[in-house]
């Protein structure tokens, strides 16, 4: 059975810098694509990063050049480093599964059939 935990979240300030890890166990990582979703409260949850099974990597406009996705396959994780937070970034993080076959991953939730819990971030003064 496919599971995924998330792990790394916590508070920091702005400018601070966090890393997310999605330990993936039950099914093979490098046959799935990841994503990291977000949701802040009052607003709908937002995909943020995905990385396909090719490390084909994709990221919302609003993260790029800060987040960086990447995976480990031989020890099942992935991992979102997010550097220069910002309050904006305030969230709780998700991340999914895609075991479709796939060319690239994409952002859209409903494409992802496996969740974790979610961790909380919180950038903060």
């Known amino acids: 059975q496919l599971q995924l935990v998330e792990s790394g979240g916590g508070l920091v300030q702005p400018g601070g810098s966090l890393k997310l890890s999605c330990a993936v166990s039950?099914?093979?990582?490098?046959?799935?694509?990841i994503g990291w979703f977000r949701q802040a409260p009052g607003k709908e949850r937002e995909g943020v990063s995905c990385?396909?099974?090719?490390?084909?990597?994709r990221y919302t406009d609003s993260v790029k050049g800060r987040f960086t996705i990447s995976r480990d396959n031989a020890q099942g994780t992935v991992s979102l480093q997010m550097n220069n937070l910002k309050p904006e970034d305030t969230a709780v993080y998700y991340c999914?599964?895609?075991?479709?076959?796939?060319?690239?991953?994409?952002?859209?939730?409903?494409?992802?059939?496996?969740w974790g819990q979610g961790t909380q971030v919180t950038v903060t003064s």
């Open positions: 990385i396909n099974s090719r490390n084909g990597t």
């Open positions: 039950g099914f093979a990582l490098h046959r799935v694509a």
């Open positions: 999914a599964a895609d075991r479709r076959i796939v060319p690239m991953c994409g952002l859209i939730d409903r494409a992802f059939d496996v």
